[in-house]
């Protein structure tokens, strides 16, 4: 399989060294697209380095900062457009372990069109992050859940294997959702188009260097989009419900 790996980044500096190299030990043929955002700290000069030292790395420089789901969408296409057979998401500040790479390539091998590293399955954890942060991303992955009726219990993990093909036909470019949303907007068409999505278990690591780039803004966005697409799922069976009483209606008379 050709794999490209997909991360966007912002003032990473102090962690894509280790990302790069990890990610080549994991995946040595896989091509690795860094989506920077014009890191003010010299990100992405440090990846033009890398990338002239370990080869098979393409460095993407924007004008500024767009947004997670913007860059996405930009690497997501590219690696669509030069024709890999896998897609790989992760994020670079060290909280996705490279070492599952294999493990999640094994689960596309095996029929998954769709591989989550999740945080919630048996297997799966979080190190090193505050009772109050375990219990936001705890809970707002039920909810979210709950509300779309997705059977993934890790909805936001950005530590992701697509199927190519898979991931062209749920179309990412499309979407407008710009923070950990886009994430589960993803998951919601791949189900509704009827995907195989398998969650493999990972320990998150919360990061040591650089800041988060968690925000109140992108935790409202992404409760206010879930909700929206909720009560628009639920309408629309509502209407299906009755269209089909109306019919039997029709018909009986």
Not at 115 to 141: A, Q
Not at 181 to 209: W, Y
Request: with cysteine; charged share 25%.
């Amino acid at each position: 399989m050709r794999i490209a790996v997909v991360s966007p980044t912002y003032n990473e500096r102090d962690n894509i060294g280790w990302f790069l190299e990890s990610v080549r030990a994991a995946l040595p043929t896989a091509q690795i697209f860094i989506v920077d955002d014009n890191s003010p700290d010299g990100t992405g000069v440090e990846a033009d380095r890398l990338a002239a030292e370990l080869g098979n790395i393409t460095v993407v420089h924007r004008a500024g900062k767009e947004g997670l789901g913007s860059a996405y969408r930009h690497g997501f296409n590219t690696a669509i457009d030069e024709g890999f057979d896998v897609v790989v998401s992760m994020d670079v500040d060290r909280s996705h372990d490279p070492v599952v790479l294999p493990s999640m390539m094994a689960a596309v091998d095996g029929g998954a069109d769709i591989v989550v590293g999740s945080r919630y399955v048996p297997g799966g954890s979080t190190v090193n992050w505050p009772l109050h942060r375990r219990v936001l991303s705890s809970w707002g992955n039920r909810y979210t859940g709950f509300v779309l009726g997705l059977r993934v219990r890790d909805c936001t993990s950005a530590y992701r294997a697509y199927r190519a093909d898979v991931l062209k036909a749920v179309n990412p470019g499309s979407t407008r959702a710009e923070g950990y949303a886009f994430l589960t907007e993803l998951l919601r068409r791949a189900q509704a188009q009827g995907r195989t999505v398998v969650e493999v278990p990972i320990t998150f690591v919360d990061r040591e260097h650089g800041t988060s780039k968690m925000s109140g803004r992108i935790i409202a966005e992404s409760m206010l989009l879930v909700t929206g697409w909720g009560a628009r799922d639920f309408l629309r069976k509502v209407q299906r419900v009755f269209g089909r009483l109306l019919g039997r209606g029709k018909r009986s008379q």
